[in-house]
């Protein structure tokens, strides 16, 4: 088209979209045509009132009058009747042609469009006009989807309307084509890329089931290891958890994965700034040392911690490998030596003053008698009398401490317990007062022991006082003794102890107990609770040093707000001159291969009872808590003939371990063993039937001899 006929043609865009509007009106006013733009139908028709276009280009779809609307406004006015339309829209329906015919548009364009498409419309319909001027609308109606259309155009105009829907669907179909093509090369792009894929996922699934079966197999080995292992995250919830774990602390990995190790594991402890351990790992990468942590059952335990910090693959930190040592028991015989050693150096300290103190005493008593035959008025000699009293006192005091820093001194005798034992029911029941009960209990054939009886009764009479004052309110004071042998198995459970025949003496009160605080100290000499002028301090010690020396030792039960019981192991001489049946009762009787479940959770007493066991004729199967023991009962139940259940272990309990079992075997005999009477209690209400007794520390005589009479019951 020549420039002088692009220059007369005026363009009325209607548009609501301002950017479809500014995107037209810059690519017709760049073609040279006048544009102006109307936002909606209803501004259009006032536009057109005041200029007349020669070309409208509306949208279909606008706020207050549409597309549609607007051509039958346009050709209802005889002013404007002529003017040409096109109408914008981006739907393909067969029913926008028919509806645009029917509202007197002349064409329509489709979105989206490009320029030159645009131009070469807007020209073909501008000539196509001035060409044919006084073409005639002729009325048709058309029937289309069951719909009837009453068009009134010219045939030009009904020609344009379908050849521009014509030119739409061969556009669309270009472009159908060729994102058909698109996508073909995209299918096959993605199948190659899909069959690599498939490959590598191949490749990654073997490696990855690798990598789960070395994991596996370190998984497998780390539950065989003794330490107890666990890794948690910097946040202390724990994420791994290895059966020795379970084992040490009692909780299995179920039960405890997820929680936070500090509220599980440290209830009782805080840590100090410089022995954090969690602060000593993230500083240096590494910390190791002791802790004391806390069991599912409640129960204290130290351990020989080593944390390490782990980190991921970009370096930073990301979880805290534990791993734990039960050092309970080896801390507990430390402690013991220690004791030990603590007190012979302390009666080393104690024996050297005394000595030093009986060289300022002789001369003080040795100056009295010179001074009693020079003095004559009787105020200097009762002021001698003072002097020569004082130095008596300190003497007899020098005297207790010297025994302590020594231990027995003297001539031993062959005596019996029992003849000072009943002494000391005498006296007890002419001093203590009546709310103080004493009872004894002696058996008829108790040993011997080699000793000064003095120094005997002496130890007897500082356990008797200190029961009698460790119950103000009055209470019970037991006193008993039996015969005992100590083998090597119990020797190594106590540095003090040596294998033989003892003779135990035993002091038991239900006063109100010694404090764990207390517990270390009270053999150190001059350490008393008792108030001002009650009490010396050096009672304990110097029983302590009374035993050690007739070579005995001491051992002490306790329980705050229940009582004490100290026991008194002297070394015994068995009677060579017995009868038949006193040799029937010494012999130690042997098992027959009997079958015998041993239950307890502390290894060392679990492989010595087994080892000792199985020299002595029996045969045994050991469980390390009551739900393995009901497993090995139910693989043996027509073997085992005896359970020697310790009534203290984790999972299940020695009560309900034995409820279990009789639910099992109604018939299945018992021995119960703890070192606490409130447990035996426990078993003789768990079961149906009377239940034998083992108190811990025991000796394989006392187990032997326990096991026979158990097994030779009458059913």
Known sequence: MEQSVVDQVRILIVEDEP?????????????????????????????LQQERPTLIISDIMMPEMDGYELCRSVRADESLCDIHIVLLTSHSDPTDVLRGLESGADTFIAKPYDAKSLLSRVQHIITTKQSNPNARAQATDVTFGGEKYAINSTRQQILNFFLSTYESMIEKNAEVMKARDELKSLSETLEKKVEERTQWLKEEIKERQRVEEQIREQAALLDKAQDAIAVHDLEGSIVYWNKSAARMYGWEAGEILGKNASEMLYKRVSFSPSSNPLKGALDTGEWSGELKQTTKDGKEIVVQSRWTLVRDN???????????????????LEAQVLRTQRMESIGTLAGGIAHDLNNV????????????????????????????????????????????????????????????????????????????????????????????????????????????????????????????????????????????????????????????????RIFEPFFTTKEVGKGTGIGLSTLHAIVKGHGGFVTIQTEVGKGTEFGVYLPAIESSSADASEAQETKIPEGSGQLVLVADDEPLIREITKDSLERHGYKIVVANDGIEALSLYLQHKDEVKLVVLDMIMPYMDGASTIRALEKLNP??????????????????????KPIRFLSKPYTTDKLLRTLDEVLNEAA
């Open 361 to 520: 005493l002789s001369p003080i008593l040795l100056s009295i008698n010179l001074l009693e035959g020079k003095l004559v008025d009787d105020k200097s000699k009762e002021i001698l009398k003072i002097v020569e009293s004082s130095a008596k006192r300190g003497g007899a005091l020098v005297k207790q401490v010297l025994t302590f820093a020594r231990g027995f001194e003297g001539e031993r005798l062959l005596m019996a317990l029992s003849h000072i034992i009943k002494e000391m029911q005498t006296f007890a029941m002419q001093s203590f007062p009546k709310s103080v009960e004493l009872r004894t209990n002696l058996p008829k054939n108790l040993w011997c022991i080699r000793g000064d009886p003095t120094q005997v009764h002496q130890v007897l009479l500082n356990l008797c006082v200190n029961a009698r004052d460790a119950m103000p309110n009055g209470g019970m004071v037991t006193i008993s003794a039996e015969n005992t042998t100590l083998d090597r198995n119990y020797a190594a459970m106590n540095p003090e102890a040596k294998p033989g025949p003892y003779v135990l003496l035993k002091v038991k009160d239900t006063g109100t107990g010694i404090p764990p605080e207390v517990l270390d």
């Open 314 to 332: 970009d370096g930073e930190p990301k979880s805290l490998l534990v791993i734990s040592s039960d050092m309970t028991e080896k801390k507990r």
């Open 19 to 47: 950017t479809q509007a500014m995107k037209l009106q810059f690519i017709l006013q760049k073609s040279g045509y006048a544009v102006s733009v109307a936002v909606n139908g209803v501004r259009a028709m006032d536009m």
């Open 667 to 688: 018939d299945v005999k018992f021995v119960a063993v703890s070192g606490s009477s409130e447990k035996f209690k426990a078993a003789e209400a768990a079961s149906r």
